[in-house]
């Protein structure tokens, strides 16, 4: 890997093509490594390719451990591309993921579409984490006879 990346550095000098070729055929050759899909994400953010870094970034989340999810997660959210990724997806990778891609997520399901089947669990969580959000406010509106608003209200929050 050492090596693959000083290839890359030296790849560098001959120009952008030359490096997004290179990094492509790291990519390539081993399609299950995170790391090598958002250093491609971040050459391709570099050069204005927003779909290209999309699909790159889409690739990382699947593959990356907490902290490179967590990288694709934020750059995802910042796109306004996480409702690319399933709503039901999004809610299981918010299991494992760090607070601040947890949030993201959850946010991504709870602002999507009303009749997202996820969205009620989406807006508990977020009133557990912000009380003082608007999210138990848009779970009793949207939502009344959901199993979440009723949670909500065994718990004392509605």
Avoid: F
């Avoid at 958002?38 to 970034?57: K, N």
Wanted: proline share 4%; hydrophobic share 45%.
């Amino acid at each position: 890997m050492a090596e693959a990346i000083a290839n890359l550095d030296r790849v560098g000098d001959r120009g952008v093509g030359a490096q997004r070729a290179a990094l492509v055929h790291m990519v390539e050759a081993n399609s299950k490594n995170a790391e090598n899909w958002l250093r491609l994400a971040e050459h391709e953010r570099t050069l204005g390719e927003t779909e290209a870094e999309i699909e790159a970034l889409m690739q990382a989340l699947e593959h990356g451990d907490m902290t490179q999810t967590q990288v694709a997660i934020l750059r995802l959210e910042e796109l306004s591309a996480l409702e690319r990724v399933a709503a039901v997806r999004r809610m299981k990778l918010a299991q494992h993921a760090l607070p601040t891609a947890r949030g993201a997520l959850w946010r991504s399901v709870a602002l999507g579409p009303s009749d997202e089947r996820e969205r009620p669990q989406a807006l508990l969580e977020l009133a557990a984490v912000d009380p003082q959000g608007p999210w138990l406010g848009i779970l009793k509106r949207d939502h009344p006879m959901d199993p979440a608003t009723d949670l909500a209200r065994a718990r004392g929050l509605i």
